[in-house]
């Protein structure tokens, strides 16, 4: 089931099934740090102090403002962040990156390394209304993703194909 968290400084994140979400009992308006496992949307208040979030111990995000969603499973081989409105400051521990409204990067886990993706930010939020948009997704990143929207667990006896999912799901 999808949650709405509205924090004390009036930001709104909205969690996909099987997402994690924590932060301190002191974050306020001036202290906005938060740790992410799963994928949210992110609406995030203006406020001079920078909002923090960190993705599985791999990707710190940093923000000021804005709209944006982030695909953070831990199983996940890449890690996705697509701005609708909003300038990310995106790093790991060798490098950094920043994105641009209506922009999106892929962090791909193994190599440690950003790509910059063409992605429909419409097709990134459809899952708030849901709709599971699996277009482009490998059998391993689909399993995934409708083990976590029906808390189930699908298991493959032998090695997935290397085939990409196409079309969506209600």
């Known amino acids: 089931e999808r949650q709405q968290i509205i924090l004390e400084d009036s930001s709104i994140v909205l969690l996909e099934p099987g997402s994690n979400f924590l932060f301190s009992s002191k974050y306020n308006q001036s202290e906005r740090e938060v740790f992410l ?11 001079p102090a920078v909002f ?8 710190v995000v940093e923000t000021n403002v804005g709209d944006f969603v982030i695909d953070s499973f831990m199983d ?27 922009a999106s990067v892929s962090f791909i886990v193994a190599s440690r390394s950003f790509h910059m993706v063409k992605n429909d930010p419409i097709r990134a939020v459809e899952w708030k209304d ?8 490998t059998l391993h990143e689909l399993f995934g993703e ?3 929207w ?21």
């Open 37 to 47: 496992e799963g994928k949210a949307i992110f609406r995030v208040k203006n406020l």
């Open 52 to 59: 923090k979030i960190h993705l599985n111990d791999k990707l």
């Open 76 to 102: 996940d081989s890449t890690i996705s962040l697509t701005s609708l409105n909003s300038y990310l400051h995106v790093e790991d521990k060798e490098s950094k990156i920043e994105l641009s409204p209506e």
């Open 130 to 137: 849901g709709i599971l948009n699996v277009q482009g997704s």
């Open 146 to 148: 409708i083990g976590r």
């Open 150 to 170: 029906y808390n189930k667990k699908i298991v493959y006896n032998g090695k997935l194909p290397s085939k990409k999912a196409e079309g969506s799901l209600p």
